[in-house]
């Protein structure tokens, strides 16, 4: 790994996620809302196995997975300068995205300090990232 590295730090990651956040809210306010309505399906029940709620995870994980795969980097961490990269190969393979995304992010949110570890570990690695041999680094 080259030296000149330079690790994304927690509120780094914190700020990049939070756009996330936004664009995906923004994703399912404007294309999910609407079908929804066409179909007269419920847009105000609030429990985990709510049409909205299902739709709206399918999006979160589809953003994520899908741009993290394409791109090596959401929208937010676009905007920050980062990206992900895996520390034992070149390319992130399908399965090294599938489970830090999707089954590690899920860990992370569940675990308190799955996130906040980011902030102590040399390499800045959160929970996900341990499972999966990967980062965020600045790109220069």
């Not at 000149?4 to 923004?26: E, P, Q, T």
């Not at 999006?59 to 394409?70: A, E, P």
Request: positive net charge; hydrophobic residues 55%; charged residues 15%.
């Amino acid at each position: 790994m080259d030296t000149n590295v330079r690790y994304a730090g927690f509120w780094m990651r914190f700020w990049a996620y939070l756009l996330d956040l936004i664009v995906i809210g923004s994703i399912v306010r404007l294309l999910i809302n609407p079908i929804f309505r066409m179909l007269d399906i419920p847009l105000s029940e609030f429990n985990i196995f709510a049409p909205i709620s299902i739709a709206s995870a399918v999006i979160f994980y589809l953003y994520f997975v899908l741009m993290t795969k394409y791109f090596n980097q959401t929208l937010g961490k676009m905007v920050f300068g980062l990206k992900v990269i895996d520390l034992k190969h070149d390319q992130l393979t399908w399965g090294t995205i599938l489970f830090r995304e999707w089954i590690g992010r899920f860990i992370s949110a569940t675990v308190i300090l799955g996130y906040l570890i980011v902030a102590f570990l040399p390499k800045k690695q959160g929970l996900h990232d341990l499972f999966t041999d990967t980062t965020v680094i600045h790109i220069d």
